[in-house]
C-alpha cells in the first residue's frame, strides 16, 4: 500500500507565501510523476504543476512565474512553493503521484491521491 500524505496549507494575505509538501510512503518502487491539483468552491479540479522523474517540469498558465514545484527523492516528497498568492489561488489542493509499487520481486503501477489541504488568500 502506498500512501500520499500533504502538509502546508493554511490561510494567507494577498501576496503572501505558503509551500505544500506531499510525502510518499508505503512500499514504493518508484514516483513516475507527481502532480499538484486544485479544486476551488464550485469549480473543476484543475492542474497546477507537475514534476517527472526526469526532473521535467509543467505549470498551469495561471501559476507560472509565481509557483515552484520541486521534490526530494530521498525523501519521496514533493513541494509546491507559492509565492505572490491571489484570492483566486483560494482552493483545496491536492497531490497526485503514478507510482510503481514493489510487489515481491516486481512492481505494478498505481495511481494515488492525497486527502487534500485547504489554501486560503483574503485579500
Known amino acids: 500500500q502506498v500512501q500520499l500524505v500533504e502538509s502546508g496549507g493554511g490561510l494567507v494575505q494577498a501576496g503572501g507565501s505558503l509551500r505544500l509538501s506531499c510525502a510518499a510512503s508505503?512500499?514504493?518502487?518508484?514516483?513516475?510523476?507527481t502532480g499538484w491539483y486544485r479544486q476551488a468552491l464550485g469549480k473543476q479540479r484543475e492542474l497546477v504543476a507537475s514534476?517527472?522523474?526526469?526532473?521535467?517540469?509543467h505549470y498551469g498558465d495561471s501559476v507560472k512565474g509565481r509557483f515552484t514545484i520541486s521534490r526530494d527523492n530521498a525523501k519521496n516528497t514533493v513541494y509546491l512553493q507559492m509565492n505572490s498568492l491571489k484570492p483566486e489561488d483560494t482552493a483545496v489542493y491536492y497531490c497526485?503521484?503514478?507510482?510503481?509499487?514493489?510487489?515481491?520481486?516486481?512492481?505494478?503501477?498505481?495511481?494515488?491521491w492525497g486527502q487534500g489541504t485547504q489554501v486560503t488568500v483574503s485579500s
Open positions: 497526485n503521484a503514478a507510482i510503481k509499487v514493489a510487489h515481491g520481486s516486481s512492481w505494478y503501477r498505481d495511481n494515488k
Open positions: 508505503g512500499n514504493i518502487f518508484s514516483i513516475d510523476a
Open positions: 514534476i517527472f522523474d526526469s526532473g521535467t517540469t
